[in-house]
């Protein structure tokens, strides 16, 4: 599967942004998917992700309640909506896709197979 990432930009403090993911391939929908981030000078870090059948999702604590990701199998993308951003929320996002994933990896990066060119997102202070 092929995803590309799109929606980054420049934004205020507070302000949102929604970043979509669109995949190619016929098996969309069978695919668990992923957000990761990484910063100027830090690790990748797990954002959020979706099960396949968009029936169980998770959140890294740094962005609960503040994003929400979703899928729509019938356009092959997946979103995050991310409200009241943050200077610290500051970072290349990635999203990502495996199949099969169990809960105890969907978190770690290392477990998804395919992933996205980045999109830039920049929150301003």
């Known amino acids: 599967v092929q995803l590309q990432a799109s929606g980054g930009g420049l934004v205020q403090a507070w302000g949102s942004l929604r970043l979509s993911c669109a995949a190619s391939?016929?098996?969309?929908?069978?695919?668990?998917m992923g957000w990761f981030r990484q910063a100027p000078g830090k690790e990748r870090e797990f954002v959020a992700a979706?099960?396949?059948?968009?029936?169980?999702?998770y959140y890294a604590d740094s962005v609960k309640d503040r994003f929400t990701i979703s899928r729509d199998n019938a356009k092959n993308t997946v979103y995050l909506q991310m409200n009241s951003l943050k200077p610290e929320d500051t970072a290349v996002y990635y999203c990502?896709?495996?199949?099969?994933?169990?809960?105890?990896?969907?978190?770690?990066?290392?477990?998804?197979?395919?992933w996205g060119k980045g999109t830039l997102v920049t929150v301003s202070s």
């Open positions: 990502a896709a495996d199949y099969g994933l169990i809960q105890s990896q969907i978190a770690k990066h290392n477990e998804y197979d395919y």
């Open positions: 391939g016929r098996r969309f929908s069978s695919y668990a």
């Open positions: 979706i099960r396949r059948s968009g029936g169980s999702t």
